[in-house]
């Protein structure tokens, strides 16, 4: 069992930053490949970024690549999303999730956290 709490949204103007954390609970989240999606209002959940267990490799959402990165420190359980440039589009709620398997997809996930309200404004 994984529980995870995301924390950091907010409302932010356009061209701002936000960092969202993750802290997750359990003892295998180390060992887990940790990923950030986000729904935008009327939308479907779309995956924005993904990390391995060991931090070493990451992925990203087109829409993302050069303005988002993803982090995390094992030692504290916990995966970060710095989110820099946002735009309006960016508006969502972001879910942190445990994703098994090598691709990134929400059929993947098996478990989710409740999500953090991220607001742009223009």
């Known amino acids: 069992q994984v529980q995870l709490v995301e924390s950091g949204g907010g409302l932010v103007q356009a061209g701002g930053s936000l960092r969202l954390s993750c802290a997750a609970s359990?003892?295998?989240?180390?060992?887990?490949?940790m990923g950030w999606f986000r729904q935008p209002p009327g939308k479907e959940r779309e995956f924005v970024a993904g990390?391995?267990?060991?931090?070493?490799?990451?992925d990203y959402g087109d829409s993302v690549k050069g303005r988002f990165t993803i982090s995390r420190d094992n030692a504290k359980s916990t995966v970060y999303l710095q989110m820099n440039s946002l735009k309006p589009e960016d508006t969502a709620i972001y879910y942190c999730?445990?994703?098994?398997?090598?691709?990134?997809?929400?059929?993947?996930?098996?478990?989710w956290g409740r999500g953090t309200q991220v607001t742009v404004s223009s």
């Open positions: 999730a445990t994703v098994m398997g090598s691709r990134w997809i929400t059929l993947l996930v098996d478990y």
């Open positions: 359990g003892r295998t989240f180390s060992s887990r490949r």
């Open positions: 990390i391995s267990w060991s931090g070493d490799s990451t």
